[in-house]
């Protein structure tokens, strides 16, 4: 199956500061979607890009499908943009796969 | 309010006892998805159904089963079979044909 690399695993940024995620697939994709879970466990859908650049607030995301690689951009980072973001990749079957996750604190 | 309901949030069973986590959607989507999440890693899929009365294994169907008798309604149950039930079960949906998926807000299950 396809695999699907997030880096870094782990982010500590202070309240106000940029970053950027990073998600490596091995295999050309139909959907890339960004999910950020939140301390309750509840996946809040981010972003739906199989390919191009998308923003939402001080979000964005570039997929690079030709390169199998998509970044989300988190700008003034805020303490209520802790947790775990997810990306998730889709290839010609019906199952998204996930990667393990990049775990993001942003402290005060 | 349209969404995603699962039930209960947290569900505690003896081990040897087969449990049913509850889905529905009414969205009115025609797929839908069961993942599990066990901690610090992503999520995996257990099983899917793309139209009523259909359904697929994902990647880890052993110890689980489901039906699909209505389009609204996904049950899972998890069986005395799975070897290792405690983990964070997702519920998820999509239109036809469409790429985009949508998640519920997840059960619990703690088996002891």
């Known amino acids: 199956g396809i695999q699907v690399e997030q880096s870094p695993p782990d982010l500590i940024l202070q309240e106000g500061a940029n970053s950027t995620l990073r998600c490596n697939f091995s295999?050309?994709?139909?959907?890339l979607q960004w999910f950020h879970q939140n301390p309750w466990g509840q996946l809040i859908n981010l972003f739906y890009?199989?390919?191009g650049t998308k923003q939402n607030g001080r979000l964005s995301a570039t997929t690079v499908a030709t390169e199998r690689y998509s970044l989300l951009y988190i700008s003034s980072s805020q303490t209520t943009d802790s947790g775990v973001y997810f990306c998730?990749?889709?290839?010609?079957?019906?199952?998204?796969?996930f990667g393990a996750g990049t775990t993001v604190t942003v402290r005060a | 309010d349209g969404g995603i309901t699962q039930s209960p949030k947290y569900l505690f069973r003896k081990e040897g006892q087969n449990v049913t986590l509850s889905c529905e959607q009414n969205l009115n989507h025609d797929a839908m998805y069961w993942y599990r999440q066990d901690p610090g890693q992503g999520l995996r899929l257990i099983y899917y159904s793309q139209i009523v009365n259909d359904f697929q294994k994902g990647d880890i169907a052993e110890g689980y089963s489901v039906s699909r008798e209505k389009k609204e309604s996904f049950p899972l149950t998890v069986t005395s079979a799975q070897k290792n039930p405690t983990a964070f079960y997702l519920c998820?949906?999509?239109?036809?044909?469409?790429?985009?998926?949508?998640f519920g807000p997840g059960t619990r299950l703690t088996v002891t």
């Open positions: 295999d050309s994709v139909n959907n």
């Open positions: 998820a949906s999509s239109k036809q044909y469409s790429y985009e998926q949508y």
């Open positions: 890009i199989p390919s």
């Open positions: 998730a990749v889709r290839s010609n079957d019906y199952k998204l796969s």
